[in-house]
């Protein structure tokens, strides 16, 4: 019988980094033959029955399915901040991980949090981190806190979160999504979500400097959020409320395309780590403006947050220097495959 990895996490819809890296994985493992389950952590919104999909009504549901099933690897994956209520999921999946759990950090903010700060070997955050079997950080300075946990360097692996692919050419953009899209020069395209964080407001704002320099250009914004309503008024209220189309949430095969085809990706993160779609919009050559995070890749075009200036600036330079195009360029699933040989190496 082969291999049965159960990962914990976020699912889709709505789309998200930390999902797609599952969804990725979970992808590897059944081409090879293995089995892999998802357990829901979050609340995602149900689009009927799928297979393997678990997704538990309560925290009390959800520890009593992981005991009930079997597998031979327990993957939780988790970003942000650590609250009490997560370390105490973190400690339960090292309890029925039975040796065999394994910890993603995800989110390249991590290290800038009061308790990644505080990072100790004495803490509860330390003893229970100490606890997983691998634990894999997205970048050198989440492996640091990790250390500093008292995590030893055997135990932790860097691998960075993506898969990158070319868009499924038998997936089709939606009619209202294509309209906005071809009616629009240059298109602007955010991938993230209407939160503070993503700064929507700062992009509608930021939209009348740049139809300043490109008269017929327009904004997508891709994904939903709880300033819906806010960042709606804002766009009413903008005078340019036609060059702006909330799309809400749109499946990421869909977004792919949506990548390609944009001018330019918009990256307006107040808080931010190693974004997928930055690196989606890198390997298909379609340039990239970004706040600076101290964490971008390279070949995007930084600017400071909510300088509209610059953001504008940035725009015009981003296209008269895009990127080498990525589109020869062959799929890359090198990083999932390094969590499939960690999963191995566990079993």
């Not at 493992?29 to 089995?35: D, K, V």
């Not at 030893?152 to 898969?163: E, S």
């Not at 809400?248 to 307006?268: C, F, P, Q």
Request: hydrophobic fraction near 40%; proline fraction near 7%; charge should be negative.
């Amino acid at each position: 019988m082969g291999m049965h990895v159960v990962q914990l996490g976020p699912y889709p819809p709505p789309e998200g980094g930390v999902s797609r890296n599952m969804i990725a994985i979970r992808d590897e493992l059944c081409a090879a033959g293995e089995r892999c389950s998802i357990v829901l952590t979050t609340a995602g919104e149900a689009t009927g029955e799928e297979s393997d999909v678990h997704r538990p009504g309560s925290p009390f549901g959800l520890l009593r399915l992981l005991w009930s099933m079997r597998f031979d690897v327990l993957h939780l994956h988790i970003g942000g901040t650590v609250p009490i209520r997560v370390l105490a999921l973190a400690f339960a999946c090292t309890v029925l991980g039975r040796g065999r759990a394994v910890l993603t950090m995800h989110s390249g903010a991590f290290p800038q949090t009061p308790e990644a700060i505080a990072a100790r070997p004495g803490t509860l955050s330390g003893f229970v981190f100490r606890r997983f079997a691998r634990i894999i950080a997205v970048n050198e300075s989440i492996a640091e806190v990790f250390r500093r946990y008292g995590v030893g360097d055997d135990r932790i692996r860097v691998i960075l979160p993506f898969a990158l692919k070319s868009p499924d050419p038998g997936v089709t953009v939606p009619g209202e999504l294509k309209a906005f899209s071809t009616a629009h020069s240059p298109l602007l395209l955010s991938v993230g979500g209407l939160e503070p964080d993503y700064d929507p407001m700062f992009q509608v704002g930021a939209m009348k400097g740049v139809l300043v320099e490109f008269p017929s250009a327009g904004l997508m914004i891709v994904g939903d959020g709880t300033m819906r309503k806010q960042v709606e008024t804002a766009i009413s209220e903008s005078g340019y409320a036609d060059r702006i189309y909330l799309a809400g949430n749109v499946e990421h095969s869909v977004t792919l395309h949506l990548i390609k085809d944009a001018a330019v990706l918009i990256r307006t993160t107040l808080f931010d780590g190693d974004a997928i779609s930055v690196r989606e919009a890198l390997h298909l050559g379609t340039p990239v403006v970004a706040t600076d995070n101290g964490m971008r890749p390279a070949g995007v075009t930084l600017y400071e947050p909510s300088d509209r200036e610059a953001f504008a600036k940035a725009i015009k330079n981003s296209m008269e220097n895009p990127p080498a195009s990525g589109d020869s360029e062959e799929p890359d699933d090198s990083n999932t495959l390094q969590v499939i040989k960690l999963y191995n190496e566990l079993i």
